[in-house]
C-alpha cells in the first residue's frame, strides 16, 4: 500500500500561484509514475500532469490546458511530489489529487482544494 497526503492549497486571486506538495509513505519502492489530477464540481476527474521513470530516465507530461504554466517535480530522497502552479486561472479551481502508480495499481490521495478567484 500506498499513502498520499496532499498539502498547500488554498484560495488565490488570478494570476497568483501555488505550490502543491504530496508526501508518500508505505511501499513507496517501484513507485515508477506519479501525478497530479483534479476534479473542478459537476466535472469528471482529469490529469493534470505526470512524471514518470523508466530505464532512460523521468519524463514529465502536462495537460495542454495547463503547460506552460504548471510544474510538476519529484523529490525521490524524500518520497515528495511537488506541482508549481502559476498565472492560475478560475478555471484551475479544483480538488487537486495526487496519484502514484507502483506495480500496475493506482494509489490516491484525499485531495486539496484549489480555488482562485477573478
Known amino acids: 500500500q500506498v499513502q498520499l497526503v496532499e498539502s498547500g492549497g488554498g484560495l488565490v486571486q488570478a494570476g497568483g500561484s501555488l505550490r502543491l506538495s504530496c508526501a508518500a509513505s508505505?511501499?513507496?519502492?517501484?513507485?515508477?509514475?506519479m501525478g497530479w489530477d483534479r476534479q473542478a464540481p459537476g466535472k469528471q476527474r482529469e490529469s493534470v500532469a505526470q512524471?514518470?521513470?523508466?530505464?532512460?530516465?523521468?519524463?514529465?507530461d502536462y495537460a495542454d490546458s495547463v503547460k506552460g504554466r504548471f510544474t510538476i517535480s519529484r523529490d525521490y530522497a524524500n518520497n515528495i511530489l511537488y506541482l508549481q502552479m502559476n498565472s492560475l486561472k478560475p478555471e484551475d479551481t479544483a480538488v487537486y489529487f495526487c496519484?502514484?502508480?507502483?506495480?500496475?495499481?493506482?494509489?490516491w490521495g484525499q485531495g486539496t482544494q484549489v480555488t482562485v478567484s477573478s
Open positions: 508505505g511501499s513507496t519502492a517501484s513507485i515508477n509514475a
Open positions: 512524471i514518470s521513470t523508466d530505464a532512460i530516465g523521468n519524463f514529465a
Open positions: 496519484r502514484a502508480q507502483r506495480l500496475g495499481v493506482k494509489f
